[in-house]
DNA sequence: GCCAACGTTGGC
DNA sequence: GCCAACGTTGGC
């Protein structure tokens, strides 16, 4: 498949919001503690440079909040090496490192979220990942036309315009 | 706060 | 290798 490819992180934003990476250096943070085997894969292998993230937020109001840009590919989580980090995993070392993360650098905050309600009514949107029942993927892979589509319900309502 | 869905663990 | 028990995620 083509470059770039599109994805979705969710965060809960009580952990890591949006705004905290506005706020980062270069807005630009690394996506760490992602514990689960198959996101793992998402960030070691499959994810790469330039490829753009729509950033997600869970639980309390949950829905998309803004855009990224991957600046840097799988590289091994450090906090999993970390005693004091709580995402610490005794099985993960740096012969051998077992959990990955990824840079990303924020491009855009949507001026209103898009919540996952809204989403919903979308017919474009029916196939998302996001929407299925019962998925909890934190890193999971978005198409193309998806993509697109949440950039132009971002953009095009008034009150949604785009805050770069 | 509830609880369904899911992933992981560990006994056998 | 099966599967029950358990812990976690995350929408509602």
Not at 32 to 45: C, I, M, P
Not at 61 to 87: E, F, K, L, W
Not at 141 to 155: D, Q, S
Request: aromatic share 8%; with cysteine; charged share 30%.
């Amino acid at each position: 498949m083509g470059r770039p490819r599109h994805w979705l992180f969710k965060s809960d934003p009580e952990e890591f919001s949006v705004e905290d990476l506005k706020a980062a250096p270069g807005r630009t943070a690394c996506w760490d503690g992602v514990r689960n085997y198959q996101a793992r894969n998402f960030l070691r292998e499959e994810i790469g440079e330039g490829d753009r993230v729509l950033f997600y937020h869970s639980r309390r109001r949950p829905s998309i909040v803004g855009v990224a840009r991957v600046v840097r590919a799988g590289y091994p989580d450090h906090t999993a090496m970390d005693p004091q980090n709580p995402h610490f995993d005794p099985r993960s070392t740096p012969e051998n490192p077992l959990w990955y993360m990824v840079d990303i650098r924020l491009e855009a905050v949507f001026k209103e979220p898009l919540p996952l309600s809204l989403l919903r009514t979308i017919p474009e949107l029916k196939t998302m990942a996001l929407l299925r029942k019962g998925n909890r993927l934190s890193v999971q892979p978005v198409t193309p036309k998806e993509f697109e589509m949440i950039l132009l319900l971002a953009r095009n309502t008034p009150e949604r315009t785009v805050e770069r």
